[in-house]
Structures are given as C-alpha cells and as structure tokens.
C-alpha cells in the first residue's frame, strides 16, 4: 500500500546529558515538544495523535510528559524497541500520516539512564537479549577468541571481530571511526562529549573489551527528542514550503533467520537486519536493487560502537562489504570524502539516550536539509541538477532486534524564505541549544492545558 507523501515539520531537542539524575524525563519531554511546535508553528491542539518512546519508565510516562502541553483527549502510545524506540516511535506517528489517520502527528522519546552499562531493570526474568549474548559467545569458542566485557559491546565487537578476520581490518579502523565521532562532536553544542579524542588518544583509554576502548563507546545519557510529522496538505495550509522536509520512504525491520542461523557475529549484532530494511527504502524511494546510495550526502547511522559503525557501511550500502576499512581509510565517512556520517558527532559522542537517539538522528538530518546546521552542515547537499538535492539518511538498531532506516529529502517545492523556525524560537536551534521557557510553552499549548500540571513543570 503506498500512502501518501509526509513531511517533518517541526523538530526539537535537549542537550543530551550525562545521567545524573538532574532532570526527570516530563520535564526533557516538555521542551523538546516545545522547540518541536515552535519550530512547526503550531500548537499542541493541532496534535491529532502521538508515539511516546522510551526504555526506562513506567507504563505511560509518555502522557506524563504531554499532558504538559494539554489533555485533549488524543490517542498517545508508548513505544519500547530497545535503542531502535525513538525512530520506531517515529515510524508509528509517520504511518499515522501516511496512511490518512490524521493530518498531523507527534513522535517523542526520552530517556532517564543510570551511570554504566546497560542492564535489566527485571533480575527476576530472563533478558530478551539473552539469546543473542549466548549465540556471540558460542562463535567465540568457535574461533573468534575469548572476548570480554559487558554484554552489548562485546556481541559489538564480536561482530567486528568477525570482519577483520574476513577481510583484514583492525582496532586502527575503529579508532579512526571513533575520532572522527569525536571531532565532529566537537561543533555540536547538544553533544555530551566535545572533546575531539585524537586516534591516538581513543586507542590509549581504557579497554571495554579485546577490540574496543572507552572512546569507541557510546555513554549512557538522559535527554529527549521530538519530530513532528504531516501531509502535504498540512503542510500547505500552514505555509510550511520554506522549512518540510520530506519522508521519502521509510521501512522497520526485524531479525529474520540469519541471526542465529548462519554462525555470524555480525548477523548477531543487525547486519542483514539492516541491510533488509535499507533495501526496502531505496526500493519504496524508486531505485533499483543497491541503487540511490550515490545520491545521499550525509547520514545519521547507528554508531553505539565504532564496531558497528565499521559493519553498516556496507550492510546499508555505502560501500562493498569487503570495503568498510577502506571506506574509512579514504575519509569517506567525513568531511571531504563521499558521504558525512555522523556530523552530529554519533552517538559515541552526541550520547546515547535510548527513547531519544533515533528522534535526535531525524532532528540532525532534517536540519541539515534546511541547511541550517551551521558548522556542522555537510557540504555539497544543494550542488546537484536537481534542485531537491542529495538525500539524508538514517539508520537506527536496536537489538532483539529492530532496525530502522529512513530517507529524507527536500520536496520539491521547498522554498527558503520568510518567517521559519528561526525566528519562531528566536534563534537557529539547529546548532544553538538553549532551554525553553514557560513563556514558550505558553505560546504552543493547547486551549485544553491544565495549570494544575503546568504547576508542576520544571524547565
């Protein structure tokens, strides 16, 4: 069923923070649906429907966190999918959309973390997750070496393991993944890390497991994100040509046998799973079986290790399966080279909150097509015949598994010019991160807000 167009039209984010315990995730929720609807210029009351997504939470904290901006009664779902929640939350609210059930439509996510690595909240019962660390450690005795570490990284660096051995990359390859995370972190203000790690300097930090150090990590953090998605016709009544950017196919995918079939550690840890759903895209968006990949400029990918970084290039076709290595070697992957991955700084270095990450990765790209992301902006977007533009990209994965992969461009009737999200926030939240006000939370909730909630606000 093809549905109809769909567009972001309005993004918001938090910085993302060290997990302190300093703010409760209502509280980041509020002001990234606040930067959201500013941006949109729209308020809460034309919210037809919501996705909530977050990992560590009690049952509804997604209607905690909106009914800030008002109770009007719409549905609001929340959404777990493991690190993939933020854009699974997206897709929900996108399909919404698409499919006619309304005009417009919210995705949030957020996430409250504690310090270290990730763990079950339910020692009672056995951890989705348990089948695929058990799967990792089988194919370590089965020749890959003894690995350890905490669960996530090592099945990570299994996986990376998995292709050096196949194809002769090495630990050197991550840490230039990592420090160009790192460097790229360093022009983001909502970053977590901005201290641009040398090669050098993430290969000296302490080791997490056999192939991977501290720097080639992403950190647990607490932040929140918000995209606002619409028809076209939407986007035409509210004058938003001069800042849509559109959805142009958009797929979420599940492991299918080669997980635990095929002895791979990197099937282990998403390769086919991703490679599956970005097939899927660049065929929803029109293009031939591995075609479309020349025509994207800049990518938010699923960086929670270097290792992972190294084996989705090729599963999403950026390169050659037996070119990763390579591909990073050229500086493919940054400024200068063939694509800008993470200009953000990834998730090694922007941080990593579960409910928020993949909703931040939309909010990157969707900025960059506006071309409003300042120093962090990709070069060479607009250079092309076709005056839409390269397309963005993003990949999201969470294990146990779900991957999801968008496609985003210019449409072809964006037209800069005139008031836009700038000047609704009063300055460029692309790559400016200030705290919202109640003053800018009155400006966009609805005429159903509660002050009995408001109250109890903290901004």
Known sequence: MKGRRTFLIGGGCTAFIKPRGTRSTKDMGLEAATKALLDAGI????IETAFVGYCYGDSTSGQQALYNLGLT?????????????GSAALFQANNAVKYSQVEC????GFERMKPGSLGTNFPDREPPTLLLNERSQELERDGLGENHGPGAPRMFSNGAQEYFDKYGAGIEHLAKIASKNHKHSTKNPYSQ?????TVEQVLKAPKITNQLTKFMCSPTSDGAACCVVASEDFVHAHGLENQAIEIVAQALTTDGPETFETRSAMEVVGYSMTKTCADQVF?????????????????????????NELIMYPALGLCAEDEAHKFVERGDNTYGGKFV????????????????SGLGMHFYIMMQLRNWAGPMQAPGLFDTPDKRGKFGLVHNVGLGGAVVVSLLRRPEFFKPGGVDGRQRLGYNHAHECRPVTMHDVDKVKSKKASQYVLERAKL
Request: net charge negative; aromatic share 8%; with cysteine.
């Open 283 to 307: 065929k929803e968006a029109g293009f031939a079986e591995g075609g479309g990949r020349d025509q994207v400029g800049v990518v938010e990918l699923h960086d929670c290790f270097a290792a």
């Open 105 to 108: 439509a919210m995705a949030l």
């Open 193 to 197: 890390f901005r201290d641009g790690w």
């Open 73 to 85: 009664a719409i549905p609001i779902v929340n959404v777990n999918n493991n690190c993939s929640t």
């Open 341 to 356: 991955v993470n200009p953000s700084g990834g998730l090694e270095a922007k941080g990593h909150p579960l409910g928020a």
């Open 43 to 46: 308020n809460y009351d034309a």
